[in-house]
């Protein structure tokens, strides 16, 4: 069973365009988090949500909108998709001592 | 704020040695540092966490160590082995603690050659 799952693993796209990424846990943990990883591989948290309820948004873009209707699901929402935004984003779960995270999607603005 | 600092650089080693890879942190110690690794193309796996207190934890063929007085933290691999080729990551709280998330250091890639 995948414990931490990301659609999809590829998106390719112009800028302008709106785009969603979905995550899903059944870990059953609380916590939920995404994380970007530029082309230098530095990944940098995102935001956090606990229990549904946003705990940090860490420095960016209000293009970038975090959904989480359920604790097993935070999906994240991208508007006017800029160069820049290209990067991979990995989705997490856990507690503060030990993450799972999903396999990635890897954003590719044109 | 708060920065973890990793030699980014590959590291090779020849099979069956020890591989000990170095994470420096910033500013105040943190209550526990993990050590992930990353696979190309694939999302990081929890490996370990050593807590402020704690001078070396252990897991098969790991061991870490945390020195607050160096502000640093020491990833060892015994006998190591090709599979061990990886990105290994270090981190630590975000900021301070909870569900904050976790500050990463940018990785050191290893290489063991047979």
């Known amino acids: 069973d995948t414990a931490v799952s990301q659609t999809p693993k590829y998106l390719v796209t112009q800028m302008g365009n709106d785009k969603s990424i979905k995550c899903e846990q059944n870990l059953g943990h609380d916590t939920m988090y995404w994380y970007k990883q530029d082309s230098k591989k530095f990944l940098k948290i995102m935001f956090s949500y606990n229990n549904k309820e946003l705990i940090i948004n860490e420095t960016v873009p209000n293009r970038f909108s975090p959904k989480s209707p359920d604790k097993a699901h935070l999906n994240l929402h991208i508007n006017s998709l800029e160069l820049g935004d290209s990067a991979v984003y990995f989705c997490?779960?856990?507690?503060?001592?030990?993450?799972?995270f999903g396999p990635g999607t890897r954003l590719t603005v044109t | 704020s708060q920065k973890i600092e990793q030699n980014s650089e590959a590291l090779n080693i020849q099979e069956g040695k020890t591989a000990t890879l170095t994470c420096n942190y910033t500013n105040y110690s943190p209550a526990y540092l993990q050590w992930y690794r990353q696979d190309p193309g694939r999302g990081p796996v929890f490996l370990l966490l050593i807590r402020e207190n704690e001078k070396e934890k252990r897991k098969e063929r790991l061991k870490v160590t945390f020195d607050t007085t160096l502000k640093q933290s020491l990833f060892h691999i015994t006998a190591s082995q090709p599979a061990d080729s990886a990105t290994y990551l270090c981190a630590r709280p975000h900021s301070g603690g909870g569900a904050d998330g976790l500050t990463f250091g940018k990785g050191t890639h290893l290489i063991i050659q047979p």
């Open positions: 997490a779960a856990g507690t503060p001592y030990e993450q799972y």
